[in-house]
């Protein structure tokens, strides 16, 4: 099952934990109340597994890839880790379904302030389209990801700030409908 916490201010290694003391968990509600959504699946048959066609057929995920995210199987690593690591947002959902290795989403709660969600092998995740968040790799420095989107991949980050674009005005909208 998922672990998500509140983040303590440190801001050296990103790939620790970084867990706030007193430790402060997070758990699924808090998190779908954000927007997040999450399952657990069995990632050793993601390639016949009919769960997941389930949820690619009910979410309209229609196109996938495969990335490896490590310094021997990623071109230009260091680039990549920083830029994943930028606090950003997109204009569509982010979906990722972690088949091997493991690594940290970071999003924002409603105050701003940075939960850690601590992804491993058989955790998929929606992450809605307009919300603040991050990726970084833990200390294993690995993980191979499945990466699902609605349509033809875009992956255009758009730094912080980004208040002014559409899909950030509606996902503010959303949390203040479910506050």
């Known amino acids: 099952m998922v672990e998500a916490w509140y983040m303590d201010e440190a801001a050296d290694d990103p790939r620790l934990p970084h867990r706030a003391e007193p430790a402060r968990p997070v758990g699924l509600e808090q998190l779908r109340r954000l927007g997040v959504l999450y399952w657990k699946l069995d990632a050793d048959k993601y390639e016949n597994d009919p769960e997941l066609e389930k949820i690619r057929k009910e979410r309209n995920y229609s196109w996938v890839d495969i990335i490896t995210i490590?310094?021997?199987?990623?071109?230009?690593?260091?680039?990549?880790?920083?830029?994943?690591?930028?606090?950003?947002?997109?204009?569509?959902?982010?979906?990722?379904?972690?088949?091997d290795g493991s690594g940290y989403f970071d999003v924002?709660?409603?105050?701003?302030?940075?939960?850690?969600?601590?992804?491993?092998?058989?955790?998929?995740?929606?992450?809605?389209?307009?919300?603040y968040h991050r990726f970084t790799l833990d200390e294993k420095n690995y993980v191979k990801a499945m990466r699902l989107f609605v349509g033809d991949p875009v992956w255009t980050p758009y730094n912080r700030p980004s208040d002014h674009l559409e899909a950030r005005t509606q996902y503010l909208e959303f949390l203040a409908q479910s506050a």
Not at 114 to 128: A, N, Q, V, Y
């Open 108 to 131: 924002r709660d409603q105050e701003d302030r940075w939960i850690r969600i601590s992804m491993e092998k058989g955790d998929m995740i929606t992450l809605p389209a307009g919300i």
């Open 70 to 99: 490590s310094k021997d199987k990623l071109p230009n690593y260091e680039e990549k880790i920083k830029m994943f690591f930028e606090e950003h947002l997109h204009l569509d959902e982010e979906i990722r379904y972690i088949l």
